[in-house]
């Protein structure tokens, strides 16, 4: 059973930096990509980062220079960097990890619980 557990989220003022982790567990394999989601209240989630087993990053424009993504795939953890946070960076962050069986090109999703990330004053 493949779990992932967050880490890291919490309150913080306009212009501070938090550092997400989501470590998973239960897999005996390097999931293809893992990245970081959010969802701000009233609103769908969306993509924040993410990064391939190989470590291409790909990142949605409004934190483009503000946010970094890493990976550690011998511990299967990926790291999400927040930096000159914004108020409008206030969401729920979820972790996800997706793992695509080669005979098959059967994909599996996987996600964490979320962490709450509120950048207020």
């Known amino acids: 059973q493949v779990q992932l557990v967050e880490s890291g989220g919490g309150l913080v003022e306009p212009g501070g930096s938090l550092r997400l982790s989501c470590a998973a567990s239960g897999s005996t394999f390097s999931f293809n990509a893992m990245g970081w989601y959010r969802q701000a209240p009233g609103k769908q989630r969306e993509l924040v980062a993410a990064?391939?087993?190989?470590?291409?990053?790909n990142y949605t424009d409004s934190v483009k220079g503000r946010f970094t993504i890493s990976r550690d795939n011998a511990k299967n953890t990926v790291y999400l960097q927040m930096n000159s946070l914004k108020p409008e960076d206030t969401a729920v962050y979820y972790c996800?990890?997706?793992?695509?069986?080669?005979?098959?090109?059967?994909?599996?999703?996987?996600w964490g619980q979320g962490t709450q990330v509120t950048v207020s004053s």
């Open positions: 996800n990890a997706v793992l695509v069986v080669v005979t098959t090109q059967v994909e599996y999703a996987y």
């Open positions: 990064i391939t087993s190989g470590g291409s990053t």
